[in-house]
Structure formats: C-alpha cells, structure tokens
C-alpha cells in the first residue's frame, strides 16, 4: 500500500478532526451549561415542514392564546408533582405531625393548670375561651420550631436536587430554570402556609374540646363573637402564613449557593437565631425594624379592636421585601451557573 493510500486510510479510519468536539470546549460529562437550559422553544431543533419564524410571527397573535394554556398546564403539572413529592415524604408529614401535637400538648398542660390560683395573661386568657388557643400556639411555636420546619423544606428545594444528582435531568426537560425556581419557591410558600394550618386547626379543635368557647376578649378589652373570632383567627394563619413564605425566599436563597442541603437549612435556622438574639438586646434596637422574625409576632394585631391594620400591612411589606431582595439574589445565582450534579 502506497504512503498516499495509508494516510487516507489512517483519515478514514480516525474520523474528521475538525467535530464539533474539537472546534469548540470539550463538555464536561455531568456538567448543563447555561446556554443548553435556556426554554426549549429557543433551543430546540426546527422540525421539517414547521413554519418559519416569519410565518409563524403573523399567526402568533391568533396561536398565542391557544399555547398559553399548554404552558400553563405544563407549569400546574410540575408544580403539582413538586407538591406530592414535598407532601409525600415521610420526613415532611412527621414534621408536621409534631406541629400538630405541640398545640395539643399545650393545650392539656394549660387544661391542668387552669384551676390553679392566681392565674393571668395567655392561661387566663385560654382558661376563659377556646379561641385563645390558636393565638397561644402561633406564638409559641413561630419563635422557632416552624421556622425550622420551613427552612427544612425550603433549604432542600435545590441543594437536595444537587446532591441526589437529578437537578441536571430536571433542566434538561424543557422547563427552563425560571420556571424550575418558580415552581421550587411556590412550593414552599405553599407548604408554608399549611405549617401554618395545620398549627391552627390543631390548636383550634383542641381548644374548642378542652375549653369554653364563646365571645373572644381581646387584648384592648372588646368582647367579639365567635364568627368574629373565627375570622380573626383565619386573619392571623394568612399573616403568619406570609411571615414563613419570607423566609422560605431565604432559605432557597442558601440553597442556591451550596449542593449540600445541610448547609442551607443550617444557615437559615442561624439566620433566624442571630436575629432573635439581635432583637433581644437593648442597645441594638434600631436593627429590628430590619429583621424579619420582629415582625413576625405582629399578628397580635387581630386582637385589638379595631385590627391594627397599620403594623400588619407594615408587616407584610417587610416580608415582600425580603422576598423580593433573596428572590432576586437567587434567581441570578441559580440562572448564571453551570450545574455540575
């Protein structure tokens, strides 16, 4: 074989040395690159016989309507199935199965204790309505223990994808990584709000076994009727509701930075420590307009007559801000890096 016919050969039987795997980065294996979880519309193969762009931009207005609902329904459906996932864990239901003993226990322990003399404030206060509970329990239970319960599902909503290594196939189905977090942070405000819940409906029915129930006093000294009560009640779930979706934003904030959900669930519950402990020292009173758990018990204002609507809505403001400032810090962290797990 002549020299000419063994180089052709030697060609033939390499391949071409100018593929696409030598003329641009080599890929690393596991690694999704920004560029290839961007929306599928705008990376996916055109299709032989589809209309091009300029035909299809003169039927977007008549066609556009008919894609939002596959859109909407595709995002329902994910959504849906972060729910079940999230609800469906054992680790979750036994979290929330604590929240809902804790009312109760409190509850029989207020229950022994109510004959004894010189009862006052939220004993009293629960002794002489059933109602009182629900308030007793939020109060209690939002210094830290739901806090934690929220820090523990919001904090895994990422790192835990990362570290189980499935983060990458969920962006490269044609969710795109906005959606993927809006899907991840729905989630956790929703499951927020039903830690909320189910701290309520707990201390609720409990209250309404172990205790009278009637007209609500209130801390400014009006008596209210049960339905007024009952409204207020469901007042507060909303408000204290909101307060963990803040710190839901943080908690998926954390876990935007690490892939090791651990981490993140254990800088939120720091998070909150620190700021508990900021808000108790004197000398450092002008922070705590700034942290979030102050505002947190302001749900107190449902009690007074008329509702001190002005602290509540101040309230919910912090906490938009606080879900606007992590939302925001998350959403540049987790659309601008590369995944590699």
């Known amino acids: 074989m002549s020299t000419a016919d063994t180089r052709h050969h030697d060609r033939t039987a390499t391949g071409p040395q100018d593929g696409p ?24 193969p055109p ?39 999230t609800f469906r864990r054992p680790r979750n239901q036994a979290m929330l199965g604590v929240l809902a003993v804790v009312p109760v226990v409190l ?25 009182m509970l629900t308030f007793a329990s939020l109060s209690f239970l939002t210094v830290l223990l739901m806090p934690v319960t ?19 196939y969920l962006l490269a189905a044609p ?29 609720l029915l409990t209250g309404l076994v172990l205790f009278p129930t009637g007209p609500v006093t209130l801390l400014s000294g009006t008596t209210v009727s049960v339905a007024e009560g009952l409204l207020r009640v469901l007042l507060t779930v909303g408000y204290v509701g909101a307060g963990m979706a803040a710190l839901a934003a943080v908690a998926l904030a954390m876990s935007a930075f690490t892939e ?17 402990v900021l808000r108790a020292v004197p000398q450092l009173d ?26 509540m809505a101040q309230g919910l403001l912090v906490f938009g801000a606080y879900v606007l400032l992590f939302g925001s810090i998350t959403w540049a962290r987790f659309t601008g890096k590369d995944i590699t797990s």
């Open 21 to 44: 795997e030598t003329a641009g980065e080599r890929r690393t294996p596991g690694l999704v690159p920004v560029t290839e979880t961007l929306r599928s519309v705008e990376r996916r």
């Open 47 to 85: 299709v032989p016989g589809e209309a091009g762009p300029g035909e299809a931009a003169g039927r977007r207005a008549g066609a556009g309507a008919g894609r939002r609902p596959g859109a909407g329904a595709a995002f329902l459906r994910l959504l849906g199935s972060e729910l079940g996932l």
């Open 107 to 131: 509850g029989v322990a207020l229950r022994l204790f109510a004959g004894d003399d010189g009862m006052g404030g939220v004993i009293a206060a629960v002794a002489g309505n059933g109602l």
């Open 150 to 168: 929220v820090s523990v599902v919001a904090g895994d909503a990422l790192a835990g994808e990362a570290a189980a290594g499935t983060l990458r």
């Open 175 to 203: 969710a795109g990584r906005t959606r993927l977090l809006m899907v991840k942070y729905l989630n956790a405000v929703l499951f927020s709000f039903a830690v909320t819940a189910v701290v309520a409906a707990s201390a």
């Open 260 to 276: 090791v959900s651990i981490g993140a669930i254990a800088g939120t519950v720091v998070f909150v420590v620190v700021s508990q």
């Open 286 to 311: 002008g922070l705590a307009p700034y942290l979030l758990p102050t505002w947190w018990m302001r749900f107190d204002g449902v009690l007074r007559d008329p509702v001190a609507t002005g602290d």
